[in-house]
Every structure is written in structure tokens, then in C-alpha cells.
């Protein structure tokens, strides 16, 4: 069986906080080589800051999207359990476990078990949503069981 939704939350949160210090180090890091002038020498200048700059916009998308999971995280209600499959579930298939969480992926708890970390917005989400323990559901021409949801 999964781990309780307590732990599993802290894990996903554990996640997204280290996404956050890995990119806000990577936009800070380009910061002071855009301030002290740090260039490549296979570039001229000018190429180099562009390269930069189109390097710190994606990381601070990155960091905002981190953000913003972080966010939907803390909307997350640990101690409520419903029936059918909403936002803030933990799902058993007869294939994996799913965190009806943030897009996250895979993440492995302290037993070794995995649970998948997904959003609202996964495609299997949709086929999945508002289904309850004993109902089944077809995602890409595979069809599921739902075991348990939490």
C-alpha cells in the first residue's frame, strides 16, 4: 500500500523547493557572469550575452512554473479523503499509484514504493476524474482498474 498522503505531500514538496534553489541558482549564476562581463570565447560579445539572457528567460520560466506548483501544493488538503478521484487523491491502478497533485513524475518514497505526481491538467486526469474504487477507465488504448482511491 502507499504511504499516507502526509508523507507523499512533503515528498512532492521537497521536490518542487529543490526546483526552485536549482533554478534561481542557475539565474543568479548567470546574473554575475552577465555583471562581470563573463563571455565565451567561441562568441563574440554581443552573441554571448544573448545567449545569456535567452538562458536566465528560461530559467526564470522554469522557476516560475516551480512556483506556481509549489502553490497548487499548498491548496492540497492533507487530512481530507474522498471517494471519487479529484484534486488532492492518491489513486492505486492496476498499474501504478497517482497523486492528483502537480506534475512532478515519479517520485519515490522512504519504502521504496513510486507514485506518479500528476496534475489536473494530464491527459489521464481527464479519463480518470471523478471515478471511485471498482470503476475502470481506457487511457491510450489501455484499460485501467481502480483499486483504492484515497
Do not use: W
Not at 66 to 84: F, G, N, P, Q
Not at 95 to 106: D, R, T
Amino acid at each position: 500500500m502507499v504511504a499516507n498522503k502526509e508523507e507523499l505531500f512533503y515528498k512532492c514538496l521537497d521536490t518542487v523547493i529543490k526546483q526552485i534553489e536549482k533554478y534561481q541558482n542557475e539565474m543568479d549564476q548567470i546574473k554575475e557572469s552577465m555583471e562581470n562581463n563573463d563571455a565565451h570565447t567561441d562568441y563574440d560579445e554581443d552573441d554571448s550575452k544573448g545567449q545569456l539572457l535567452g538562458d536566465f528567460e528560461k530559467y526564470a520560466e522554469y522557476l516560475d512554473n516551480s512556483r506556481k506548483m509549489k502553490e497548487k501544493l499548498s491548496k492540497i488538503d492533507r487530512k481530507h479523503y474522498t471517494e471519487a478521484i479529484d484534486f488532492g487523491s492518491i489513486v492505486e491502478t492496476s498499474e501504478n499509484y497517482y497523486f492528483i497533485s502537480a506534475a512532478l513524475g515519479k517520485v519515490v518514497l522512504d519504502d521504496g514504493s513510486s507514485v506518479y505526481a500528476i496534475s489536473t491538467d494530464a491527459p489521464i486526469y481527464q479519463d480518470m476524474k471523478g471515478k471511485k474504487a471498482g470503476d475502470t477507465f481506457s487511457f491510450n488504448d489501455k484499460e485501467f482498474k481502480i483499486k483504492n482511491v484515497q
